[in-house]
């Protein structure tokens, strides 16, 4: 399986280490704007063939995949590319900056056999993968309600570049951090119906940087979203599910999970760690790219697949448009394969 990567920044780098360290697979290529980059790449990797250029790579160096982890506005030109050339592609989240763009990708994939796999890493974390296991055992019964959670202290003085111009990142903290959680959400609970929500500034002049929003999901349950990456006491990422069932209760961190049916049972994450091909930035990452590159070998379909790439984008774009309307918004459904 020959994989080219476009954008050797962080995940594109962690993304290429993980790819060299599965049997069967080679790194071909890299595309980059900065020569710098590449530079200093070729200089550690001579035989991997680095480009300026994406159509350039994918036109010239026989590939069977490409990893996309540019600035997603220009996730679905790329995607397009690529896709219109047979290849099969794994593309950073959020899928694109804009709703319409999306639904021009998945209109053209509609007509392609491609695997195309969206970077929603934490449905790999070992924690949340166990824990939608406890939900769909249906061991705390009927799912009543649930809080969902996720900080970071990534913004705490006004900053600049592309992440902070809504024209060309669609948004702020919502968009670009929370989209893992509404991931989660989805994925745990399926499609929703309708969502209320609040966005709000902290440092930041044109984007948010917190953001409150109830989801509500077609089978009748109701989710409440927290997010911020202006928290200062996370160093670090923080994610929780709290779920509130007709039998117990659940609440679900990357590190641990406390079960409570008659009686409290925990879950640590050392406890449940099962060792992996390669741990780089944790478990999840190598989890996931193992899982798009068996997707690409026996030509199936992916769960992190365009359909959930849309779902939760008309999600984000709903909260959005009820932040501004003030008004309870209706989801599109518009986003099946």
């Keep these: 399986m020959r994989v080219g990567i476009i954008g050797f920044g962080k995940m594109?780098?962690?993304?290429?280490?993980?790819?060299?360290s599965i049997e069967n697979v080679e790194l071909v290529a890299i595309t980059d704007t900065s020569k710098f980059v590449l530079n200093g790449f070729k200089s550690l990797f001579p035989n991997i063939r680095v480009f300026t250029s994406y159509e350039k790579m994918i036109d010239?160096?026989?590939?069977?995949?490409v990893i996309i982890a540019t600035p997603s506005f220009n996730h679905v030109s790329i995607a397009k590319y690529a896709l219109e050339r047979g290849l099969d592609l794994f593309i950073e989240k959020p899928l694109s900056n804009t709703l319409k763009d999306c639904k021009?990708?998945?209109?053209?994939?509609?007509?392609?056999?491609?695997?195309v796999m969206i970077g929603f890493c934490m449905r790999y974390n070992p924690m949340f993968a166990k824990g939608k296991e406890i939900v769909d055992s249906r061991i705390v019964g009927d799912i009543i309600k649930a809080d969902a959670y996720i900080y970071c202290s990534d913004v705490l003085s006004q900053q600049s570049g592309w992440r902070f111009d809504p024209a060309i990142s669609g948004g702020g903290v919502l968009i670009d951090f929370a989209v893992h959680m509404v991931d989660l959400l989805y994925h745990y609970f399926g499609n929703a119906s309708a969502v209320s929500g609040?966005?709000?500034?902290?440092?930041s002049r044109q984007v948010e940087d917190e953001t409150t929003a109830e989801l509500y999901f077609q089978s009748g349950l109701q989710a409440t979203l927290h997010a911020s990456w202006s928290k200062p006491e996370y160093r670090k990422p923080f994610y929780k599910i709290e779920i509130a069932g007709s039998l117990g209760s659940l609440s679900i961190t990357d590190?641990?999970?406390?079960?409570?049916?008659?009686?409290?049972?925990?879950?640590?994450?050392?406890?449940?760690?099962?060792?992996?091909?390669?741990?780089?930035?944790?478990?999840?990452?190598?989890?996931?790219?193992?899982?798009?590159?068996?997707s690409v070998q026996t030509?199936?379909?992916?769960?992190?697949?365009?359909?959930?790439?849309?779902?939760t984008q008309n999600i984000i774009n709903a909260i959005y448009t009820s932040a501004a309307t003030g008004k309870r918004q209706a989801v599109s459904e518009d986003d099946t394969l």
Excluded at 261 to 285: A, L, Q, R, S, T
Aim: proline share 3%; charged share 15%.
């Design 12 to 20: 594109g780098m962690l993304h290429g280490a993980l790819l060299h």
């Design 60 to 65: 010239s160096c026989d590939l069977h995949a």
């Design 104 to 115: 021009e990708l998945l209109q053209l994939a509609q007509n392609r056999n491609a695997v």
């Design 198 to 203: 609040n966005i709000s500034s902290v440092y």
């Design 255 to 294: 590190q641990d999970i406390q079960l409570n049916v008659g009686g409290i049972e925990k879950i640590y994450y050392p406890e449940h760690y099962e060792g992996y091909y390669i741990d780089i930035g944790g478990p999840h990452f190598s989890k996931q790219m193992e899982s798009f590159v068996k």
């Design 299 to 311: 030509r199936q379909e992916p769960k992190a697949n365009l359909t959930a790439g849309l779902h």
